[in-house]
C-alpha cells in the first residue's frame, strides 16, 4: 500500500505561526506535526510515500529529503497552483495506484491516534470504494456530521449544523482509504474530497464508508487546537511516535542532552526539548513546552507557553500563556501574557488562546 501526505495548504488558520514554518513543520512536544505522521505511517509498513507541495515547500522538502532518515522513501510533487485534496491525489495516481491495494491519503495536520491495521481490514471486508477515519466529538458544528447506516455506510453529510443539540457525533477525521478505481470520479482541476467528491459520490450511492474510532484527533485547525495537541501530547492523550524526549518523572518528559540546574523547578506536565538549557532559580510550569536549543536565563518563568527553537528567555522574564516561534529573543520587566512572538521578535500578535 502506498500514502499520500497533502502539505501543500498555507495553513492560513494557524496564523500567524505559519508566517514562521508550513504547517507540516509545527511542532507538538517538539516534533513537527508531519514527522509525526511519517513515522506513524512506517510503522504501520507505509513507507513508500507522496507529498504535494505548494506553500514553502522547499521548507517541508529540506526537512524531510527523501525519506530515508524516517525509514520511508518520498516522492514530491511540486504544484504551481493549488489543485485541492482530491485533485493533488489525481495527479499522483500512476505512483500511488497498486493493483488489489487501496491508497492512503491524510493532511499534514492530523494528530490522530488511530488503528490503522484496524481500519484497513474494516474497508476490505466492507467492500467499500471509500473509506473515511471518523472521529467522535461532542461538538461538531465547526466540522459538520457524518450520518452512518448500521453496517457503517456513509447515508449523508450535514455541514456544520448550527443547531446541533443531538450530542456525541461522528465527524471527518481526515485519514482515507480509496480503492484505485475512485481516482476516475476525480475530474481535472481542482477538486475537494470533503466538500465535493464525497457528498457527490454518496448522493449517487457509491460504496462510501466510515470508520469511527474512540482514540484523539486534533487537525490543529487554529490557535486552540494548536495547544490543546500540545496538551494532550503532555498528558500522554495522544502519542508521539518515537518521541525524543524521555519521561524522568511523571508528565516530566526532557531530552537527554537538555542542561538543567539542580535549582531549577520542572512543574508537571511539561516538557523540554534538545540541548536546551534551564538556568538556576528558572522556572518551568505547568503546560509549557520548552524546544530546542532554548535557553532559560535565572529567575525566568515560563507558563503554559510553548516555545520552539532556539528561543532564549532573558533572566527574570515571566512568560504566560504565550507562544514564541523560532529564534525569538525575550526580556520584559513586566509579566508578558497571551502573546505571539513570530521570527526575530519582530512582530507579536496578542490573541485569545
Known amino acids: 500500500m502506498r500514502g499520500m501526505i497533502l502539505a501543500a495548504g498555507e495553513g492560513t488558520r494557524l ?6 514554518r508550513p504547517k507540516a513543520l509545527v511542532p507538538i512536544l517538539t516534533v513537527p506535526i508531519m514527522a509525526n505522521i511519517v513515522r506513524w505511517l512506517s510503522h504501520a509498513g507505509i513507507t513508500e510515500l507522496a507529498v504535494n507541495l505548494w506553500y514553502r515547500g522547499e521548507d517541508i522538502e529540506r526537512f524531510f529529503g527523501d525519506g530515508s ?5 518520498i516522492i514530491y510533487l511540486h ?3 493549488p489543485h485541492g485534496t482530491a485533485g493533488a491525489v489525481r495527479l499522483m495516481g500512476d505512483f500511488l495506484c497498486e493493483p488489489e491495494e487501496p491508497i492512503l491519503v491524510i493532511g499534514c495536520d492530523e494528530f490522530i491516534d488511530l488503528d490503522l491495521k484496524a481500519m484497513v481490514g474494516f474497508h476490505r471486508q466492507s467492500g467499500a470504494l471509500i473509506t473515511i477515519s471518523l472521529a467522535w466529538v461532542d461538538d461538531p458544528r465547526p466540522f459538520g456530521v457524518v450520518e452512518l447506516a448500521d453496517d457503517g455506510r456513509v447515508v449523508r453529510f450535514v455541514e456544520k449544523p448550527k443547531d446541533w443539540t443531538g450530542g456525541k457525533a461522528p465527524v471527518n477525521s481526515g485519514v482515507y482509504l480509496l480503492q484505485p478505481e475512485a481516482l476516475r470520479f476525480i475530474p481535472k482541476g481542482f477538486y475537494d474530497f470533503g466538500r465535493q467528491m464525497f457528498p457527490k459520490l454518496v448522493s449517487e450511492g457509491a460504496p462510501i464508508y466510515g470508520f469511527a474510532s474512540e482514540g484523539y484527533w486534533n487537525d490543529i485547525g487554529h490557535l486552540g487546537n494548536y495547544r490543546d495537541a500540545n496538551e494532550a501530547a503532555l ?7 518515537d518521541c525524543p524526549l524521555k519521561e ?3 508528565f516530566v518528559f526532557v531530552h537527554p542532552s537538555a542542561e538543567i540546574s539542580d535549582e531549577a523547578q520542572l512543574v508537571p506536565p511539561c516538557a523540554v526539548g534538545e540541548n536546551s538549557v534551564i538556568k538556576a532559580g528558572a522556572r518551568v510550569g505547568a503546560e509549557t513546552v520548552i524546544g530546542n536549543h532554548c535557553h532559560i536565563e535565572s529567575n525566568a518563568v515560563v507558563e503554559r507557553t510553548i516555545l520552539w527553537s532556539q528561543v532564549t528567555v532573558a533572566e527574570g522574564t515571566h512568560l504566560v500563556d504565550c507562544i514564541i516561534t523560532d529564534g525569538c529573543h525575550i526580556q520584559s520587566r513586566e509579566p508578558l501574557q497571551g502573546a505571539i512572538l513570530v521570527g526575530q521578535g519582530e512582530a507579536n500578535w496578542n490573541y485569545p488562546l
Open 15 to 20: 496564523r500567524p505561526l505559519t508566517l514562521a
Open 79 to 81: 504544484e504551481d497552483e
Open 235 to 241: 498528558r500522554k492523550k495522544a502519542p508521539i511516535q
Open 69 to 73: 532518515s524516517f525509514g520511508v522513501s
Open 248 to 250: 524522568i518523572k511523571p
